[in-house]
């Protein structure tokens, strides 16, 4: 009786609803249909941009499987016709506008994921998304992609994602599984049955949605409940530092475009700390213009990113980082006496034991002294930075006030650093999460809704996440599969996948980014937000505009049009500026004034006191680029990824020094027993050039058990080695810890076989100072001579230029190439045999001393040589030249006898051993890009330049009745890179930039010119900006030594 | 007496041995190198199935004159030539021809929100990217490669689609077209 | 079947030194179709029986010549006329490059023809052709005179035959 | 005049000859032949299934990886194409050189060729990602435009050079059989055996002007085995040779593998002459000591030259300064497959030392042990050109090991089990020594003349 009532009351209640006026472009309807029972059934067979077959229903995806129409995967029905197979086309009952069948189309949209946040296109084909693209003139994320944000195109077609709402009939003691289906309908009833009875908590990660964060406060002011945020990777100890510091609790935007001195310690920016793809963006800006190119001098206790690209890398251990921090200051305003802070004694009674501390930190005193002098000879255009995991140490909070206090010395404070641009999303909380926990025991939380978050992964065992979370009434958790936390939820609530659902993003402050749907919700899933609007207007709470729309994007359109647009565009059109923000992906812009800078209190900085020089191993917890925190463990791609620095696939590992390798008779693969306070944990060993001999350092992110197939059990989960101080703070880094060698090994599936270059030209490098005597430095040029002209290239001449310099190795092509071309993924156990399949690899190197090793990065794709070595040895013409001096690759004439692959002198082209495709599960293959063949075993596979694109490009250019022009082909790797380091084009056409570089820059090298392969690839050489002289170039590398002769 | 039988026998048996592997021989000559060397998708010239719904070309292109792209609306924007949607059959015969009974079929599925399941008759495998937009743009008629549907009551592949087709017309220098690999195969 | 071969008349020795002063004592006589039959190549028998140098030779070296210009037309023509691919930026016709196969297929042409001439010199394949006694494929020689040859007299023939030591003398078909 | 020693024991006659020879085709097999062919014939077995494995599974089975992307199949294809030189050599460079010790060891020799050759021409048909697609490395007309192949590639040289060998090898063998097979099907009483006997004799019988022209067609045919089988092992080493990784690009190679080709072929015949002489003791008169030593003075001349041209590898790598050459021998010799290396030069090297004496060159146990270090080494020798030159070239990202799996052993292992049962059959089945050409030189030794001459 009451549930008819009650869905009567709903249809009345919906008449009433107001009506908002939807322009027909875009995706707004689909939200709705989705979220209409109606509608949605209908929409099963109808669906906007895929044609639809009845009786497909039940296969709920296949219907928008292109590949099934175009018959692409040949899902035959064989039948009795011996003739052929017979194959079906249907065609669409009503053509959607926008879909042309061939042609993609892109969304804008953007990823964040708790800290890292960037604008992106989505690439359509036929209604599903096939490939994260950047979304170039962003104001914040200006160019390129992360790792993450492209793999989780993967994460949408997970197989594993839960598929509907789902209950977990719990017994008393909450200690059992037993998970049922639930309709929506029944689940809500309960919930908001529940929820009237107050003690709500609403735990989210960083919400860096302004219109869900006015949600969630809407709904927290309905039902009187209580946001937390949290985040496994926060930035608190920034957040907190600058609160005590200046009085302001927030993550400042960091100018690295600004900065001509960038010392950072621990702070892995150009890989995981904050925004590391606007900051790699901004670090390779301010280093373009090679003359004036900015310094980087990093303390590293871990080998990071952000190390492995310094100019300078200073390897350290957790517990030094404030006597870094504390002996820079010495040097500035005690030796050297400067800075208006010289006069004041309590400054200088702080300062007064850190003197002589590059001596007991055995660094160079001359080398400290000029770290310190060339921030002060740039100040106001410097920047220090420390933070991060391996920066969470007992006196983290020291060091972020001596950094910020060190910012304020060098006037840095409103200029590189900028206070009010910072993202205000960034308010992940420990402490709030260890008062969460504390109420959850105290039984003050009766429901606990929790937004796509893993505290029982990622919190340490001391926390007591696990027994407190069982006291609370009921739980219920909005993400996409029961992992680890999921499975102590009440109420699985399924949320869409964030290329499922409108949404918007303040990734900066003052600029909006609209999210686009790119696809229907795939399965039975519902937003978050439209669930707390669900709640909310069942339950009858909150304000007016969190129960009167029935979908997020009325929400959303409602929310823009009164906070954002008055706030942004005063005085225009609303339905205007809505149409040109989901154009342009995004409105604002970053603010470029300089602020004023802030008063430091000093009092803060007085009371630092030395901590304890310790002995021993102490531990460094760090995050990884392409695993973060563990939450998206289950795409492939990451794991396959390797490790921008260690180049390992599919685990962590304790990393150790060489000289604590030797001591303790470890190799690469050994596994040791790692005993941190009262915890142990096995591991295998990878000894890492470069690490301070005192250092153990693991990554996070790893060990999930309940990701899913790929994910589970793949390394060990490091975070439960985070501990909790005296002070009940987390630690995360520089606890003493100690290794047991055990009689075991375990293969460590690496990429890249070798450290040294071994002396040969192979990444060119040169100091600036050499650079400045010559341009051409590091690089030996050969005379090379043929006996024949070779063939002549009248059209098109395709080229592409790496620029050395600018990358940093952060890996974002490596997975741009991998989700274009339908490369597979193939596991670790054929990654161990070095059957890995990427076209473009990153080749890392270590120069230099092996204790202080200091890495370069190549990427490495097919060099399309013109003299292509792997041409001539082909039997079959598999692999052959085109007039547009592409080397092609035909597969389908690939007989597969890889002498191809011998002959390449880059080793750039992959074998299919076995049949790999066969491994993609549905409805993984949806990811694939149906322009791009998926090979089948036994044939060769190497970088086409993605000629489709250059095929796509025509096309376009033959539909617009124009010449192909610079610009219009831009390689998957090109558009990904954040750096800006890599350039495609017409060498033949000479106003192109790739044909500049060839003619014009001096820093432009071929790999291994002298075998006269005539790649179509440029190397630029990599300056290093480090006070050296003839290191790296002549001598350092001995580039000389090679190839006279040959 | 008895060798010569023996001799004849097996003389007669290498005759044979000589005519059945002539015949062999010229098997292979002749076909092998032809068209049984692919697998079944290719060189089915001539292939014209029965379809769900008899659409007769000849009398909407011979005797109507309707455009081949009023229906194959985005052969000119994209590499596929689509099979129109139903919506663009109704939007002629929710007025013309309504009593037929395939007519019917038609609107049945097109009020139910359902399709029509065609036979393919022109497949390529896929590894091939045919671009239908740029043999239009080079002004390629319809029938070059599709033979003369105006008169073709059921639709039936009219070349063989095989690659020494394509390539032979690619090579022709007055069509001035690419034969590169990499213009069809990626 | 049968008419393909002929009767005659044919002597049977077992020793090498008798057959050769046989054959050259039956070609003084004037014998011109007679037939030496021997289990191995015997030295000298050529001349004895006045047989010129075998003419396959020249087959050989036509048949190579064919196969050498039919490796240059092949390579030359399906890399450089037919369908002239860019393969590794070398020119069309790479000439050094075909060597190998224009050596091949010389030698092959050659080998086989030479086979075949030999087949059709001796007239071969043959089923099971008549042989005078089992014996001569293992220690026997023989020489074989057919009917139709010049002053073909079976009698003075048997008597010279068994002049010469003949361990035997028997009409047969050869 | 020197005075010879005779080429066959045992003062025959033409029929002791006759006899001789043709016994083990006429005889019940032995037991040991019977044991031995069932082993072979198990091991053929398991060879299919490994195949078939590797065909059906994917050629990732074997060790084969990035960047050593040719491994066993290549390296054992190159051993048994070495192989397959020694019987052609013999029974065509010897015969122009008019070397009549070669009679009694030919035929055999050329089985072994033909046999190894068949070994060997299934490694690069099968060693293809898809096997089933192998026929598109033949020029044949075609509908894809038609889409010829590319003649500039030294696998189509392997093609053409490894099925003209074969075609020839097996012509040559077989010309050289049709007059045994004549013998025995005059000498058989069952009427199968004379059927079949019958028609692989082709009707011959011998007459004076057939052995006119086969005289000449078998000088011919030598006098064009002599150049291809010189083209083989060079288009052979071309695979690498013409290749640009260090360590492969090496102009030495086409005579070091020919001289490589003859020592592991006559390595071959001995291990197989030893066990032919113990299986069948009617074939010690024909198959001497004095045979068996000269075979072992070439071993030991090859295993020199082989041994010269090691040397002169390192050398030139020094010398022209080319650091990735100088890195891949260093590497050869001192990295991780060192140990590869010098297994090889022990085998290769040092082993065929011992045949300095004569003594040791006339000790069947000797020559035994010696000729299978020998085949050993000289697989190893393969082993080490294809690996180690792969494994580490030009960027040190890309180093990496050779993956040795099982199914690598199977194949080397199962090849072995293909040959010997071929080579086994062929014992049964044929005339094992040229009847009618160790006929002429019965009386070399025995008389003044020296035969005929």
Redesign the interface.
């Known amino acids: 009786m009451s549930e008819i009532h009650h869905d009567h009351d709903l249809e009345m209640k919906k008449a009433l609803r107001p009506q908002i006026e939807h322009d027909t472009k875009y995706w707004e309807t689909l939200e709705q249909l989705n979220n209409d029972p109606e509608f949605a059934k209908k929409a099963q067979t109808e669906f906007l941009s895929s044609p639809l077959r009845e009786g497909d229903g039940e296969d709920g995806f296949a219907r928008r499987e292109f590949l099934k129409l175009m018959g692409a995967s040949l899902a035959m029905a064989t039948a009795s016709c011996v003739r052929r197979p017979v194959q079906k086309i249907v065609p669409y009952n009503k053509m959607p506008e926008e879909v042309t069948l061939g042609v993609a189309n892109y969304y804008t949209s953007a990823y964040f994921d708790g800290s890292d946040g960037l604008a992106v296109l989505v690439k359509t084909r036929e209604g599903r998304p096939i490939k994260i693209e950047a979304n170039p003139g962003h104001p914040f994320s200006v160019s390129g992609l992360n790792i993450r944000s492209q793999a989780a195109l993967l994460n949408l077609y997970d197989p594993e994602r839960a598929q509907g709402p789902k209950h977990n009939l719990f017994n008393e003691k909450k200690s059992n599984s037993q998970l049922v289906e639930i309709k929506w309908e029944d689940l809500d009833k309960k919930v908001v049955e529940q929820l009237s009875k107050g003690d709500v908590v609403v735990l989210t990660g960083a919400l860096a949605s302004p219109a869900t964060r006015a949600l969630v406060s809407d709904f927290a002011e309905g039902f009187k409940a209580k946001h937390v945020t949290w985040e496994a990777l926060s930035n608190e100890d920034v957040s907190q530092g600058q609160k005590a510091s200046y009085g302001e609790e927030l993550v400042p935007a960091f100018r690295f475009d600004k900065a001509q001195m960038i010392v950072s310690i621990d702070a892995d920016f150009l890989g995981t700390w904050i925004s590391p793809t606007a900051f790699t963006n901004q670090f390779a800006q301010g280093r373009k213009d090679i003359k004036k190119m900015n310094r980087l001098v990093s303390f590293d206790s871990n080998y990071s990113l952000t190390g492995g690209n310094a100019d300078i890398r200073i390897k350290i251990k957790p517990s030094q980082q404030l006597d870094v921090v504390m002996g820079l200051l010495h040097e500035i305003i005690i030796s050297k006496g400067l800075s208006s802070y010289a006069s004041n004694a309590n400054v200088k009674a702080a300062l007064a034991p850190f003197a002589g501390v590059a001596k007991k930190l055995n660094i160079e005193p001359e080398l400290f002294a000029k770290v310190a002098a060339d921030l002060w000879a740039n100040k106001g255009e410097s920047l220090v930075v420390a933070g991060g995991l391996a920066a969470m140490t007992e006196s983290t909070k020291e060091l972020q006030i001596a950094v910020n206090f060190l910012n304020t010395v060098l006037e840095n404070d409103g200029k590189t650093i900028d206070s009010k641009g910072g993202n205000s999303a960034l308010k992940g909380s420990y402490q709030a999460m260890t008062s969460l926990i504390k109420d959850m025991n105290d039984g003050k939380v009766k429901t606990l809704i929790i937004h796509r978050l893993n505290p029982s992964f990622v919190l340490p065992a001391e926390m007591g996440f696990e027994e407190a979370i069982r006291k609370v009434k009921m739980v219920l958790y909005s993400g996409d599969r029961v992992d680890e936390t999921g499975s102590h939820a009440d109420y699985l609530i399924p949320d869409n996948h964030f290329l499922e659902s409108w949404n918007d993003l303040e990734l900066a402050n003052g600029v909006y980014t609209i999210c686009q749907p790119a696809i229907r919700p795939m399965y039975d899933t519902r937003s978050f937000q439209l669930s707390l609007m669900t709640w909310g207007f069942l339950g009858k709470a909150g304000p007016a505009r969190l129960r009167d729309y029935e979908s997020f994007y009325d929400y959303l359109r409602v929310y823009w049009k009164s906070d954002i647009h008055p706030k942004m565009a005063k005085g225009t059109d609303f339905e205007d500026f809505w149409q040109q923000a989901l154009q342009k992906g995004y409105v604002g812009d970053v603010s470029k004034a300089s602020n004023t800078s802030r008063s430091f209190k000093v009092d803060a900085f007085t009371a630092i006191k030395p901590a304890k020089a310790t002995e021993g191993f102490e531990l460094v917890l760090h995050s990884t680029s392409q695993m973060g925190d563990g939450s998206l463990a289950n795409v492939p791609w990451l794991h396959e990824l390797p490790d921008p620095i260690t180049k390992v696939t599919w685990d962590n590992y304790v990393s150790v020094s060489i000289a604590t390798a030797e001591k303790l008779h470890l190799k690469q693969g050994s596994v040791v027993e790692l005993l941190v306070g009262k915890k142990k944990m096995e591991l295998p060993v990878y000894v890492q050039p470069g690490l301070h001999d005192e250092v153990l350092a693991v990554s996070v992110g790893y060990g999930r058990t309940k990701a899913g197939k790929v994910g589970n059990n793949v390394g060990q989960n490091a975070f439960a080695l985070m501990s909790v101080s005296n002070e009940g703070k987390l630690v995360a880094s520089g606890m003493s810890a100690t290794i047991t060698k055990l009689a075991k090994s375990y293969p460590l599936a690496t990429t890249s076989g070798h450290f040294s270059m071994e002396g040969r030209q192979i990444v060119a490098e040169a100091t600036l100072k050499d650079y400045n005597k010559n341009s051409k430095s590091g690089i030996k040029k050969h005379e090379i001579w043929s006996i024949?002209s070779?063939?002549e290239y009248s059209g098109h001449k395709w080229g592409m230029a790496v620029d050395l310099h600018s990358c940093t190795g952060c890996s974002a092509c490596v997975i741009a190439c991998q989700s274009e071309n339908n490369i597979s993924v193939i596991g670790k156990k054929y990654v161990l045999e070095g059957r890995i399949m990427h076209w473009l690899r990153i080749d890392r190197y270590y120069t230099g001393d092996p204790a202080d090793a200091q890495a370069v990065f190549q990427p490495v794709m097919c060099q399309h040589?013109?003299?292509?070595?792997?041409?001539?040895v082909?039997p079959v013409?598999a692999t052959?030249?085109?007039?547009e001096g592409l080397n092609d690759m035909v597969y389908n004439r690939c007989v597969g006898t890889r002498y191809c692959a011998n002959n390449c002198p880059y080793k750039v082209r992959r074998f299919n051993w076995f049949n790999y495709a066969k491994l993609i599960e549905k409805p993984m293959n949806m990811a694939l890009n149906p322009s791009v063949g998926v090979r089948v075993r036994g044939v060769m596979e190497k970088c086409t330049f993605c000629v489709q694109r250059i095929q796509d490009a025509k096309t376009t250019a033959r539909n617009d009745k124009r010449q192909l022009k610079d610009g219009d082909v831009k390689t998957a790797c090109q558009t990904a890179c954040p750096a800006g380091g890599i350039t495609f084009g017409d060498v033949n056409d000479p106003n192109s930039a790739v044909a500049k570089i060839f003619k014009t820059e001096d820093r432009g090298y071929a790999l291994l010119e002298e075998w006269h392969a005539?790649p179509a690839v440029r190397y630029l050489s990599k300056i290093r900006n480090n006070d050296k002289e003839n290191v790296g170039g002549q001598n350092g590398h001995g580039t000389a030594k090679q190839g006279e002769h040959s | 007496m008895h060798?010569?039988f023996?001799?004849?026998q097996?003389?007669r048996s290498?005759k044979l041995n000589l005519k059945l592997s002539s015949l062999l021989l010229s098997t292979l000559l002749v076909f092998l190198p032809g068209c049984k060397f692919q697998p079944g998708w290719g060189y089915n010239k001539g292939y014209a199935p029965e379809q769900p719904i008899p659409f007769d070309h000849s009398l909407h292109v011979g005797t109507n004159k309707i455009q081949c792209q009023y229906c194959h609306n985005q052969v000119e924007r994209s590499k596929h030539s689509n099979i129109p949607a139903i919506s663009t059959c109704m939007n002629c015969h929710l007025q013309v021809a309504t009593d037929k009974p395939n007519i019917q079929k038609l609107r049945e599925a097109y009020d139910s929100g359902g399709s029509v399941e065609w036979v393919r008759v022109h497949m390529l495998p896929d590894f091939v990217h045919f671009n239908h937009n740029a043999h239009i743009a080079k002004g390629v008629n319809c029938q070059t490669c599709h033979g003369a549907i105006e008169k073709m009551t059921r639709v039936e592949q009219f070349s063989d689609l095989s690659m020494g087709w394509c390539?032979n017309c690619h090579?022709q220098p007055e069509n001035k077209a690419p034969?590169n690999c990499s213009t069809c195969h990626y | 079947?049968?008419t393909q071969y002929t009767k005659g008349i044919a002597g049977i020795w077992d020793k090498e030194s008798l057959i050769l002063k046989a054959?050259r004592k039956t070609r003084e006589t004037g014998f011109t179709k007679f037939?030496?039959?021997?289990?191995?190549?015997?030295?000298?028998?050529?001349e004895?029986?006045g047989?010129t140098?075998?003419w396959?030779?020249y087959v050989?070296f036509i048949a190579g010549l064919i196969g050498l210009l039919s490796g240059l037309a092949?390579?030359y023509w399906?890399?450089a006329v037919?369908?002239a691919?860019?393969?590794?930026?070398?020119?069309f016709f790479?000439l050094p490059?075909?060597i190998?196969?224009i050596?091949?297929?010389t030698?092959?042409f050659?080998?086989?023809s030479?086979?075949g001439?030999?087949?059709y010199?001796?007239?071969?394949?043959?089923?099971?052709?008549p042989?005078i006694d089992?014996?001569?494929?293992?220690?026997k020689f023989a020489i074989f005179i057919p009917y139709n040859d010049v002053g073909y007299d079976e009698s003075k023939i048997e008597k010279m035959f068994k002049e010469l030591g003949a361990l035997e003398v028997k009409k047969t078909e050869y | 005049m020197i005075k010879r020693s005779p080429l066959v024991l045992g003062n025959k006659?033409?029929?002791d000859v006759?006899d001789d020879i043709c016994a083990p085709v006429e005889r019940f097999p032995s037991k040991g032949w019977v044991a031995l062919f069932l082993g072979a014939k198990t091991l053929l077995l398991f060879y299919i299934c490994i195949l078939g494995a590797v065909v059906g599974i994917g050629i990732g089975l074997l060790g084969v990886t990035h960047p050593v992307f040719w491994g066993t199949m290549i390296v054992t294809f190159v051993f048994w194409i070495g192989i397959g030189h020694a019987g052609t050599l013999i029974s065509a460079v010897l015969f122009l050189f008019r070397q009549k010790w070669r009679t009694s060891v030919a035929r055999t020799a050329e089985a072994m060729t033909v046999f190894a050759v068949m070994t060997a021409g299934l490694f690069p048909l099968l060693h293809t990602g898809r096997p089933w697609l192998d026929y598109w490395l033949f020029?044949y007309p075609n509908q894809r435009?038609?889409?010829?192949?590319?003649?500039?590639s030294p696998l189509?040289?392997d093609v053409?050079?490894v099925s003209?060998y074969a075609?020839?090898s097996m012509?040559?063998w077989y010309?050289g059989l049709v007059?045994d097979f004549?013998?025995i099907?005059?000498?058989a009483k069952n009427k199968i055996r004379k059927?079949v006997y019958?028609?692989l004799s082709?009707?011959?019988?011998?007459?004076?002007?057939?052995?006119?022209?086969?005289?000449?067609?078998y000088l011919?045919?030598a006098g064009?085995?002599t150049?291809?089988v010189l083209?083989v092992h060079t288009?052979v080493s071309?695979d690498f040779a013409v290749s640009n990784l260090p360590g492969w690009h090496t102009t030495i190679f086409p005579p070091y593998f020919v001289a490589g080709a003859i020592f592991s072929g006559f390595a071959m015949v001995v291990t197989l002459m030893t066990l032919v002489r113990i299986g069948f003791k009617e074939f010690k008169d024909y198959v001497t000591l004095d045979h068996m030593e000269v075979m072992n003075k070439i071993i030991m001349t090859t295993g020199m030259i082989v041994g010269y041209a090691y040397a002169s590898e390192f050398f030139i790598a020094w010398y022209s300064g080319n650091p990735y050459e100088r890195f891949v021998f260093a590497n050869r010799a001192f990295g991780p497959y060192g140990w590869a290396y010098w297994m090889m030069v022990s085998c290769n090297v040092l082993s065929p030392q011992v045949f300095w004496f004569k003594k040791m060159r006339r000790s069947i146990p000797v020559m035994f042990v010696v000729s299978i270090f020998v085949n050993i080494g000289m697989w190893f020798e393969r082993f080490v050109i294809t690996v180690t030159s792969l494994h580490r070239d030009f960027l040190p990202a890309n180093w990496g090991m050779y993956q040795w799996s099982w199914f690598d052993t199977g194949v080397l292992v199962g090849s072995f089990g293909m040959f010997l049962t071929l080579f086994l059959l062929y014992l049964r089945l044929f005339p094992a020594i040229s009847?009618?050409?160790v006929?002429?030189v019965l009386n070399v030794g025995y008389e003044d003349e020296g035969g005929?001459h």
Do not use: Q
């Open positions: 024949w070779g063939h040589c013109d003299n292509a070595p792997c041409e001539t082909c013409l052959v030249h085109s007039d005539k | 060798r010569e023996i001799l004849f097996l003389l290498l390539v090579r034969i | 079947m049968a054959a037939e030496a039959i021997s289990p191995y190549a015997v030295h000298g028998m050529e004895a029986c047989i140098r075998s396959i030779p050989t092949l390579t399906t890399s037919d369908w691919v860019n393969v590794g930026g070398k020119p790479s490059a075909f190998p196969i050596f091949e297929l030698i092959l050659a080998a086989l030479s086979v001439a030999l087949f010199a001796c007239k071969m394949p043959k089923i099971d052709p042989i089992p014996d001569l494929s293992c220690h | 006659t033409l029929k006759t020029p435009g038609p889409l010829w192949v590319n003649f500039r189509l040289w053409f050079a003209t075609t020839v012509v040559f010309i007059p004549a013998t099907k005059d000498r059927t019958g028609i082709l009707g011959w019988r011998g007459t004076a002007k057939n052995w006119s022209h086969y005289e000449m067609l011919l045919l064009l085995s150049p291809l083209s288009i071309f009847i009618a050409e006929k002429p005929h």
